[in-house]
Nanobody
Framework: VQLVESGGGLVQPGGSLRLSCAASGFTFSSYTMKWSRQTPGKGRELVAT????????HYADSAKGRFTISRDNAKNTVYLQMNSLKPEDTAVYLC?????????WGQGTQVTVSS
């Protein structure tokens, strides 16, 4: 199983970023995918979840109305569109998948929101 995140960077408050997570080594279309974020002070927070076919999504309160999770099963990729970014969104963003009780994580992509 391999998960590779990309798309992070430095953005001003109010700006937008689109993160991508390319997956391989498993049947991507069969699994729920998640985006989490991690900061030294707050630990790891689950941000968004999307079911295997993309029919159901769930967001943390901090992400509702600003972030959108989506997936392209033909490309084995899950996305996180982040709008109206705030300084408190600064974190390393990671995607993960639970397969047979094993949690697999990518290496993460840094998002920094600052003026």
């Amino acid at each position: 199983v391999q998960l590779v995140e990309s798309g992070g960077g430095l953005v001003q408050p109010g700006g937008s970023l689109r993160l991508s997570c390319a997956a391989s080594g498993f049947t991507f279309s069969s699994y729920t995918m998640k985006w989490s974020r991690q900061t030294p002070g707050k630990g790891r927070e689950l941000v968004a979840t999307i079911t295997s076919a993309g029919g159901l999504t769930h967001y943390a309160d901090s992400a509702k109305g600003r972030f959108t999770i989506s997936r392209d099963n033909a490309k084995n990729t899950v996305y996180l569109q982040m709008n109206s970014l705030k300084p408190e969104d600064t974190a390393v963003y990671l995607c993960n998948v639970l397969i047979s009780r094993n949690n697999y994580w990518g290496q993460g992509t840094q998002v920094t929101v600052s003026s």
